[in-house]
């Protein structure tokens, strides 16, 4: 096995080239688990870790730029929690401080998972993912880049390079159930956008579906309903029917951590209760916690 | 850009094996030196690191999950088995030898986890020390919740993290320059007794003090000790903060060889034949061992006194497979990976046969049978999977009855209870090789090495003599390493290669292969009359002991001698078929059989209260047991089914009881009576939420008596120093100190005073190891007798040379023999006579104890809980335990060993479950899925040790290890209870089974 330690993108590119089957490797905390159970063993690894173009965030105008190699502690810091504050709240429920100090949006992207906690975020914020290789770049959307259970549409040699998101957009809110809430992969999780300004809410599903599910329906419906000016909060009948149509455009299975009835019934009471919060301006921690935290 | 490499490796990147691995170099900065270093490519950091001799950072599952190889990364805190070494080139590594720079010298984070008991195993103390110095480093005022998510993704199975949390506030608060309170228990008032009638309530200053000190109500008749009964630090506390090398893996041994077993995919299955060709001619390979070239020799695993209870339903290598993980053979080779690459080359046809997982259908007709054998002695009914049948009942069936048709009301439920793995952070290893002389040492992670050395000698075809079990420090049993798990294939390996032979279980044979409680189907029936006095019990357990019978007679013995115990009650009867099905081996855990037990007869209480309308603890006070009163099951339980008579006056009966105690303690601390108020309950600003309070009371045992036996050897030095040898087990719970406490009070000396060596077979004198609650009660009794023949030797002397007539006048306090007169001499000035002066003798005492009573501890154990209704989930808010363990020796490991208790079997009540698929797979054999409560998710945990003069015990001391791991899943279930009114009856309560129990929804499919 060769290792690879390229300090930017194009000699991430050359190390490709030369070694066609390498697999790139970020924080590691993925990659390394699929090594030590040998269920991989890569002929070669391009570390990812010091290339300069992967690191850091910025601001575009109104985008946040994110580096690929970003980190949950990074997305916990106050500066980038005040502009994404959705992701932060994901970012909190990931594992344990080691975890968050090694792994990277990048590397959530990458390895595609159904329950990954950055990603109904990065659904429901509508963001662009940039990818890159030798033969130049592309932006996708989160639903054209993870296609299916860890599957996703990368070409060979192909590096996320960043992930663009409208910054400080709206209400944000993202709930996940679980055995208990973080470092156990989420029954159910969810994030919900709500635009004031575009007039929209966007609502994202994890874990209920292959990939992260748009629940389209449920979102045009209720943004058709709601009081866009007095923001007053949605009457029960139409917070009943917005949170049935979540449910309806879950596509949940059964697991020994619960069965897909109990999935579809959560990520329903997750959403729900994203949308309440969102106009009582409720921003407890995403998941619920013990006495610690309150 | 840097490329990491030497020399092009496979270039098809496939199994490089067998040429020469690529090595890679690698430059690193670990603590404050530069290194140059040469690796194998997939080489984690954690390996690396070891290699280097920084043992403090361990291996706990190779997947992030557990913490235990947490080290500082450029300052930052990550999982060293998740980072690939190479990606490391460049950066700074501090592990926690960085701190071990001056003897004698400890870091101030490092001293305030000496002083308030926060370690025990220690297995994760390097971890925890580097997580509370990243965290203050940052933030030098870090509040509760700041420091439990520093913590939390550092696994710790012992603490509770009570008095790491505390350790950590303490560090800070040092750091910060300001004054931190001595380490001293907080006296409580008791509320019960005589002149008690009212309620009190503790002093401000009490109810101030953090939790994490040891809170005690005293007992009148505990006399006043200078050495026992006091807040001692551990006497490895230390080595282990220090994150020394004193676990079984910690040693470099030249010329190791690495062990793997290859294990079973089928539930169930015959070996029809095995090919190990392929797997011999990889290079590397030494030695392969199976079925086909190893003896049959029968045993049975438990690390139970000889002659270990039947039957003796294992072999080494057998030629059927009982359950996926099931051992196929074994492979000693170069390097892990050779050895794993060898696992996969062994070519195995298997006949598969049809499994059974569930032990009520396992002894119904037509179940496939688990033993069919014929060479297995002692299986009760292995036509119908049982391996036991235990029973044991008060009165006749007759008389039953007929309590049962006088009671005014008769309750009867069934309660489910699954497996549970002890997930101790290091998992079962084994090193052994041969000395000098060629005999075989095992140092082994064990809580038996005595046991283990007698029951691996048949195996291996050698004499008791020809070997010697080490056990160092251990990181965690639990009872799961009260087994001969892996050591007899250590054995063969040896023998067979000559080469030192390494075998560690990964995290997940651990959840698989090791052992775990019990799984039981328990149905409970119980008379009442109209006030709520019990008139009749009946249990009938079916209690699923996996593939094998390993503890099967004894635990469930005990789960129902301790189960039927608790209360008065004039007729009962206790019947448990124990059941071999193809799931993992049950085996002892904490409780040993009693927390199942507990589930359903605690249960069961809250909806007798329930039913008659009555307050849960009064019932409870109403039907407790209290000094004098017999233990009336407990001797009658065996494999009959009559009715033992045995005269009144002859059954055993208890000395000591703290119960009444214990419920008004425990009732105050969690504030019962807001159970009462439906206001509480449901809180007007959270719609979702209902709040509920609930209680389990337990007794256990200490030791098991005529069986369980210890003994202690003891001997002066110069300087009026004593070493101290024991059999006994310390397993991270403390028995170390609290031995070496009872010996320095008998000769009147400070704790430092004694060095202690303990666990190693050619060394030590035989003790049967840590199980059964026994070792304060048995071993402490044999200390305290060694010392005791030790003192008569020092009085004796001490009469000569002070010139007294009477060597009984002589006190022994402050190192110094005292005359009546207040004449006095020195400890060491009397050594130094005694081993170089006159008449010269090297003073010892040696003794042995096993207990003739069982001294029961009682526990009664409170749960606050949330139930979130829409999800079902239930948050656990507080937890209390009031125990009565006698005299605590040391308030410090004994309140440490309850508030682990509390988490643990708060896993048990909520969250641990083996789950397998269809096939008969573990699906959650890892730290996620199977989940064990973390620093920021526990509760709140309190513990009250309440005193009690035990008689029978060394200083008035019991046991205290097991009994708190009995009472929370009831208590917890009762909260559920008095918060929504519905009884679930299942563990554990996972959310879904809440939820579906709250809103009548059935399990689909
Ligand atoms: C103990 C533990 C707890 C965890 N808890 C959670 C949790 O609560 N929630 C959650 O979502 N996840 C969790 N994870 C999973 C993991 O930490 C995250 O998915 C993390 O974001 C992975 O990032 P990484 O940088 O470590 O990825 P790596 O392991 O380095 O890589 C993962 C995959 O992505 C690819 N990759 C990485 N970066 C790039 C890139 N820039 N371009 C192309 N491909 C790339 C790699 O080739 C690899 O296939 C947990 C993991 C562990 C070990």
Redesign the interface.
């Known amino acids: 096995?060769?290792?690879?330690?390229?300090?930017s993108l194009e000699?991430a590119f050359?190390?490709f080239e030369q070694c066609p089957?390498a697999h790139f490797?970020a924080g590691?905390?993925d990659f390394?688990?699929e090594?030590?159970?040998?269920l991989r063993?890569?002929?070669?690894?391009v570390?990812l870790?010091r290339v300069e173009e992967l690191q850091g965030w910025r601001v575009e105008g109104s985008e946040v730029v994110l580096g690929a190699g970003i980190t949950y502690?990074e997305l916990l810091a106050p500066r980038l929690g005040e502009l994404l504050p959705g992701l932060a709240q994901a970012s909190r429920t990931v594992?344990?401080?080691?975890?968050r100090?090694?792994g990277t949006v990048g590397g959530n992207l990458g390895t595609a998972s159904p329950a990954g906690d950055s990603l109904p975020v990065l659904a429901a914020l509508d963001a662009k993912i940039v990818v890159a290789s030798k033969h130049g770049r592309r932006s996708l959307e989160l639903a054209d880049l993870i296609v299916g259970p860890k599957r996703t549409t990368l070409a060979p040699g192909e590096v996320i390079v960043e992930v663009r998101v409208p910054a400080a957009l709206g209400s944000q809110q993202f709930l996940k159930?679980g055995?208990?809430?973080?470092?156990?992969?989420a029954?159910a999780n969810v994030a919900l956008v709500a635009d004031w300004a575009g007039r929209s809410v966007r609502c994202a599903l994890g874990s209920v579906g292959p990939v992260v599910i748009r629940a389209r329906e449920a979102e045009e419906f209720i943004s058709a309903r709601i009081d866009w000016e007095g923001r007053t909060p949605p009457s029960d009948g139409d917070l009943a029917e917005f949170t049935a149509l979540v449910r309806s455009a879950a596509r949940p299975i059964?697991?020994?951590?619960?069965?897909a009835?109990?999935r579809r019934?959560?990520v329903g009471?997750c959403a729900e209760r994203a949308l309440g919060r969102v106009f009582s301006g409720d921003n407890r921690e995403a998941s619920?916690?013990?006495?610690?935290?309150s | 850009m840097s490329e990491l490499t030497e020399d092009k490796g496979a270039p098809d990147g496939g199994p490089a094996l067998p040429q020469r691995p690529v090595m890679l170099e690698l430059d690193l900065t670990i603590n404050g030196d530069q290194y140059r270093l040469t690796c194998e490519p997939g080489d984690t950091l954690l390996t690396v690191l070891r290699r280097l001799g920084l043992f403090s950072v361990r291996f706990g599952s190779g997947t992030g999950e557990s913490g235990a190889a947490a080290v500082l990364f450029d300052g930052r805190l990550v999982s060293a088995d998740v980072m690939l070494a190479g990606q490391a080139s460049g950066h700074k590594v501090t592990t926690v030898e960085s701190l071990d720079v001056a003897t004698g010298e400890l870091d101030p984070i490092q001293q305030a986890f000496v002083d308030i008991g926060a370690l025990q195993s220690g297995y994760s103390a390097g971890a925890m020390v580097l997580a509370a110095r990243a965290l203050i480093e940052a933030n030098p005022d870090p509040s509760e919740a700041e420091i439990r998510d520093a913590l939390s993704g550092i696994l710790d199975r012992e603490t509770g993290y009570v008095k790491v949390v505390e350790a950590i506030r303490r560090a800070a608060a040092a750091r910060r320059g300001e004054k931190v309170p001595p380490v001293e228990p907080v006296v409580l008032e008791p509320l019960t007794g005589p002149g008690s009638t009212e309620r009190r309530v503790p002093s401000a200053e009490a109810l101030q003090a953090p939790l994490a000190m040891p809170h005690v109500v005293l007992s009148s008749d505990v006399a006043i000790t200078a050495v026992v009964g006091k807040p001692e630090p551990k006497v490895d506390a230390l080595r282990l903060a220090k994150g020394r090398p004193v676990f079984t893996d910690d040693i470099d041994l030249r010329h190791m060889l690495y062990a793997k077993v290859l294990r079973s995919p089928h539930a169930h299955a015959r070996i029809l034949a095995i090919d190990d060709s392929e797997a011999r001619a990889l290079p590397g390979v030494h030695a392969v061992i199976h079925y086909g070239n190893t003896p049959r020799v029968k045993y049975a695993t438990g690390g139970q006194t000889w002659p270990n209870p039947a039957p003796w339903d294992q072999v080494s290598f057998d030629n059927k497979v009982r359950f996926v993980g099931d051992r196929v053979a074994a492979v000693a080779a170069e390097t892990l990976g050779i050895a794993e690459e060898a696992c996969r080359r062994i070519k195995v046809t298997y006949e598969v046969l049809p499994g059974v997982f569930d032990e009520v259908e396992a002894i119904a007709p037509g179940a496939p049978l688990v033993h069919d054998e014929t060479d297995t002695e002692g299986i009760y009914d292995a036509a119908h999977n049982k391996s036991h049948h235990i029973e044991g009942q008060t009165v006749t069936d007759e008389a039953l009855e007929a309590a049962f048709a006088s009671a005014k009301h008769v309750f009867q439920q069934t309660f489910h209870v699954q497996q549970q793995q002890h997930a101790p952070l290091e998992p079962h290893i084994t090193i052994g090789w041969l000395d000098d002389d060629d005999r075989l040492v095992l140092r082994s992670s064990t809580q038996v090495p005595y046991h283990v050395r007698r029951m691996v000698a048949p195996l291996l075809g050698l004499p008791v003599r020809r070997i010697r079990v080490i056990k160092p420090r251990i990181g965690g049993g639990f009872g799961g390493k009260q087994e001969m798990l892996i050591e007899d294939i250590v054995g063969y390996l040896v023998l067979a290669t000559r080469r030192p032979i390494r075998l560690e279980l990964t995290r997940s044979e651990e959840f698989a292969c090791a052992r775990c409680r019990h799984a039981m189907t328990l149905t409970l029936r119980t008379g009442v009359d109209d006030d709520g006095h019990l008139v009749a019990q009946d249990m009938h357990v079916v209690s699923n002991t996996g593939a094998y019978g390993t503890h099967g007679s004894t635990v469930n013995t005990v789960g129902g001698m301790h189960g039927m115990s608790i209360y008065n009650c004039p007729a009962k009867r206790f019947r448990c078929d124990v059941v071999y099905t193809n799931r993992p081996v049950s085996g002892a855990f904490r409780g040993y059989g009693a927390p199942q037990n507990f589930f359903a007869v605690e249960s069961q209480m809250d909806d007798i209260a329930r039913a008659l309308g009555m307050d849960p603890y009064e019932l409870r006070r109403k039907n407790w047991v209290q000094v004098g009163d017999p233990l009336d099951i407990v001797p009658r339980l065996g494999e009959r089914g009559d009715v033992v008579e045995i005269p009144q006056e002859d059954l055993p009966r208890i000395m000591s009881c703290g119960l009444q105690e214990c419920g008004a303690q425990g009732t105050r601390a969690i504030g019962w009576e807001r159970r009462n108020d439906p206001s509480w309950r449901q809180p007007a600003d959270r719609p979702t939420i209902r709040r509920g309070i609930g209680m389990g009371s337990a007794i256990q045992g200490s030791g098991i008596p005529f069986v369980d036996m210890g003994a202690c050897s003891i001997k002066i030095n110069d300087d009026g120093s004593f070493n101290m040898l024991v059999g006994a087990t310390d397993v991270g719970g403390g028995s170390d100190t609290v031995l070496a406490q009872i010996v320095a009070e008998v000769l009147g000396v400070e704790l430092k005073d004694i060095i202690v060596t303990s666990s190693d077979t050619d060394i030590t004198p035989f003790d049967v190891g840590a199980y059964a609650s026994s070792t304060t009660y048995v071993s402490g009794g044999a200390a305290k007798k060694a010392a005791e023949a030790a003192r008569a030797r020092i009085v004796t002397r001490a009469a000569r040379l002070l010139d007294l007539d009477d060597p009984g006048s002589v006190e022994l306090h402050d190192r110094r023999a005292w005359g009546p007169d207040g004449r006095s001499i020195s400890l060491g000035d009397l050594a130094l006579n005694s081993l170089h002066t006159e008449d010269q003798e090297q003073i010892m005492g040696t003794a042995s104890h096993y207990g003739t009573a069982s001294a029961p501890p009682f526990a009664v154990q409170l749960a606050e809980v949330e139930v979130d209704v829409e999800t079902g989930q239930v948050t656990v808010k507080k937890l209390v335990t009031a125990i009565d363990c006698g005299v605590p020796i040391n308030p410090i490991t004994a309140s440490g060993q309850v508030e682990g208790a509390m988490l643990q079997s708060l896993g048990y009540a909520l969250t641990e479950d083996l789950v397998l698929d269809a096939s008969g797979k573990l699906v959650n054999d890892r730290f996620g899925p199977y989940w064990i409560f973390r620093a920021d998710d526990a509760p709140v945990c309190e513990a009250i040790l309440v005193q009690t003069m035990e008689p029978s015990g060394p200083f008035g001391a019991k046991a205290v290890g097991e009994v708190p791991m009995d009472g929370i899943a009831p208590a917890v279930r009762n909260a559920v209870l008095n918060a929504t009114g519905v009884k679930v009856n299942q563990l554990p309560l996972l959310p879904e089974r809440v939820w579906r129990a709250l809103n009548n929804v059935p399990t689909s499919g």
């Open positions: 096995m060769l290792v690879f330690l390229p300090v000699e050359d190390a089957d490797l590691g905390t390394m688990v090594v030590n159970f040998a063993r890569p002929p070669a690894v570390c870790r502690t594992g344990s401080p080691q975890i100090n090694a159930v055995t208990r809430n973080a470092m156990v992969i029954v059964d697991d020994h951590r619960s069965t009835d109990y019934h959560s009471v619920e916690r013990t006495s610690w935290a």
